[in-house]
């Protein structure tokens, strides 16, 4: 089947259905793409400079810091340097580089790439010299303050902040310290179309990271596409998705479109007992209670999930009961750390903490499809013997991103 036309921001597609969005996106080209940008240090190394170091990334989520003092230390490879997040006690979250101002010590010491903590005065202390700093990343306490020169300014050497905001409970952060545009700026029409689905209600939280020895727009492309369902998930959804998009619309740097189902489609009857009992924990549930007005405007009956991508390496994907994220942060030019996050409902009963159970385990196996491909991508492309990558009209978003990059990386 073809999936009807989105209406995109232009208003319906024109021409051949079968490369609908080429006709709707011209500017996009229709050409093979290069795979250097997946595996050349010299692209990755002005990758970093040009755009990790100067847009807005998604670091945490309200809920993962609930309370005043509440922190996150969240290790961000790609500008060798690791932030500090707390909320203050005004409620506002804040960011510091994780940066001692004394003699340089990381204030709280890092295991791994993500740490959690808490502090009901909302300060931190680095455990060197014991120099203590608030929420507002003021420095508060010297041990022996008495015995620095008069030269010495405290009110000048809190923590190194970083410009921090929030959208729909989405904590960013932009590293880039002359850096003017405001996130709802840089987010532009895209917050329009993904805002007000309940988030934050929909909060017990799977989440599940590995590193992959692949370039991170590998690991990202491989989950911004549909054509790979039949193929890749014939184990876990076999006949379940159109390999198609629907309502594919390009905001800026961003971009987003629909899924849908295949007509007749084949869910298992585990998968539709397990959503049925939780109200919507699969994205087979037809009902539209929480989606937002954007979301589905036509109401399609097979609308399944919207997969969207906030540039550069955020996935947002919102469904009836649940929503999901992947994200993927790079390391080096051939290595990512990937984070899939599955977020419903808390489940009431226990036959609701069944369904939900069935269903993370049903993403979690998807998922292991899905990362299944990518080293095996990065190997065969670094061998330099393919220089482009061919697309077909519904990997649009993929060409999207190389667009998009593009402009900034070379620009
Ligand atoms: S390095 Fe932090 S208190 Fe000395
Ligand atoms: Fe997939």
Not at 67 to 83: E, Y
Not at 335 to 361: C, D, F, M, V
């Amino acid at each position: 089947m073809l999936l009807g036309l989105g209406g995109g921001p232009r208003g319906a597609a024109m021409g051949s259905d079968r490369q609908r969005w080429a006709t709707l996106y011209p500017e996009l080209g229709t050409g093979p793409v290069s795979t250097e940008p997946c595996i050349s240090p010299a692209f990755y190394e002005r990758e970093k400079e040009r755009v990790f170091k100067k847009v807005w990334l998604k670091v945490a989520r309200d809920e993962e810091l609930p309370k005043p003092g509440d922190w996150k230390v969240k290790k961000l490879h790609f500008a060798d340097t690791s932030i500090i997040l707390i909320r203050g006690k005004d409620g506002v979250v804040r960011g510091y580089h994780n940066i001692c101002s004394h003699r340089g010590n990381q204030v709280i010491v890092e295991h791994g790439d993500e740490m959690f903590g808490a502090n009901r005065a909302a300060v931190v202390t680095c455990r060197f010299h014991g120099w203590v700093y608030d929420a507002h990343g003021k420095l508060v306490h010297v041990p022996s303050e008495e015995r620095f020169y008069a030269c010495f300014e405290k009110e000048k050497n809190g923590l190194t902040a970083v410009r921090t905001d929030t959208w729909e409970g989405f904590v960013f952060v932009n590293l880039d310290p002359d850096g003017r545009e405001s996130l709802r700026d840089y987010l532009g029409a895209y917050a329009e179309h993904m805002r007000g689905f309940p988030y934050g209600e929909l909060d017990s939280c799977h989440t599940y990271h590995t590193y992959l020895r692949c370039n991170w727009k590998v690991a990202h492309d491989a989950f911004a596409e549909a054509y790979h369902v039949d193929t890749i998930h014939a184990g876990t959804l076999p006949n379940v998705f159109s390999t198609g998009l629907a309502n594919v619309k390009l905001f800026g740097p961003h971009r987003t479109s629909a899924v849908c189902l295949r007509p007749g489609e084949h869910f298992r009857p585990v998968q539709k007992i397990a959503d049925a009992i939780g109200g919507g924990y699969t994205v087979i549930h037809h009902r539209a209670t929480m989606l937002p007005l954007t979301i589905n405007p036509d109401h399609r009956t097979d609308f399944s999930f919207e997969l969207s991508v906030l540039f550069p390496n955020l996935l947002i994907h919102v469904s009836e009961g649940l929503w999901f994220t992947h994200q993927f942060w790079p390391l080096a030019h051939n290595l990512t750390r990937w984070e899939g996050k599955y977020y419903a409902r808390k489940p009431l009963t226990n036959s609701q903490a069944w369904a939900l159970h069935s269903a993370q385990i049903l993403f979690r196996n998807a998922w292991l499809e899905d990362t299944g491909t990518m080293e095996a991508t990065q190997v065969a492309l670094s061998s330099g013997v393919r220089k482009v990558m061919n697309l077909q009209d519904d990997e649009v978003l993929v060409r999207h991103g190389y667009h998009v990059l593009d402009r900034y990386v070379n620009a």
